[in-house]
């Protein structure tokens, strides 16, 4: 039976996956971690909570909350640089519980806690390198254009 997120959440009141994509690298790796997720409800979400949401576009995602505002939550990979404004009707549940390695963890453990002030707290650092590599990469091709070898007869 292949049931869809929100109905699992709503029937069974939590859904387990792993995850896909290397958005949350490098709490989440891709195909190896798995998560659970439960339905948010009431729940109004915090700063550094993970949401799964549903873009209009059927697309699922599982970011961080980096800032709360009325009506909408403002989101980011731990891994990506960009924002997404994100409405509170888009949300469907928030990661209460995650296996790395096997191991449990919870959100509420002090090194999930340290991690992610951490990881949030060298955003400004990590941006910087980010994008100055991005930089030097581009100078770099400019400089020295790959020269696409033609085969030879």
């Not at 949350?24 to 409800?41: A, C, E, Q, Y």
């Not at 990979?77 to 449990?104: C, M, Q, S």
């Not at 002030?117 to 020295?144: A, D, E, M, S």
Request: no cysteine; glycine share 8%; proline share 5%.
């Amino acid at each position: 039976m292949n049931r869809n997120i929100e109905e699992q959440l709503e029937t069974e009141g939590f859904y387990v996956s792993t995850t896909v994509g290397w958005s949350m690298f490098p709490m989440l790796r891709n195909r190896r971690d798995r998560v659970v997720i439960r339905p948010i409800g009431e729940k109004r979400l915090k700063r550094f909570d993970l949401p799964l949401y549903r873009r209009p576009d059927g697309k699922y995602i599982l970011h961080r909350v980096i800032g709360v505002r009325d009506g909408h939550y403002i989101i980011r990979g731990d891994n990506t640089y960009r924002k997404e404004y994100v409405p509170a009707e888009w949300i469907l549940g928030y990661v209460d519980e995650f296996y790395r390695n096997g191991k449990h963890k919870t959100v509420q453990g002090k090194g999930y806690r340290f991690y992610v002030r951490l990881w949030n707290l060298l955003y400004p650092l990590r941006f910087l390198v980010f994008h100055g590599l991005l930089f030097f990469y581009r100078i770099r091709k400019k400089i020295f254009p790959n020269k696409k070898k033609t085969p030879s007869a």
